[in-house]
């Protein structure tokens, strides 16, 4: 059960990258990753996480994991994915486990 959710975190990095940089996402892309069993328990731990990741001040974008910015969408999407993978990875691992856990 926990090695599913750890797959499931790390399918789930790059869209929650994707949300947090303001890059539109798909329901259904959140679907193709995860099933659609677990795409409403994905995608409600993607929007958490990725609040945790970006703060906005005025238009611009600044990584809240290490108060760099400002920076463009694609910008932090890059710098997201290259310097906070493991990171996030490991947050949305554990929103995940919450999640499943309200809903047993
Ligand atoms: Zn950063």
New binding site residues.
């Given amino acids: 059960m926990d090695s599913g959710i750890s797959i499931t975190a790390e399918k789930l990095v790059e869209v929650t990258t994707k949300y947090a940089s303001k890059i539109s996402v798909k329901d259904e892309e959140i679907e193709r990753l995860v099933g659609i069993s677990m795409r409403n328990i994905a995608k409600t731990s993607v929007q958490r996480v990725s609040f945790w990741l970006v703060e906005e001040r005025g238009n611009l974008l600044y ?7 400002p920076f463009t969408k694609k910008g932090l999407y890059l ?2 994915l290259r ?2 993978k493991d990171e996030i990875k490991a947050l949305i691992e554990d929103e995940l486990k919450h999640e499943i856990k309200a809903i047993l």
């Fill in positions: 990584c809240k994991l290490c108060n760099k910015g710098h997201l310097l906070h």
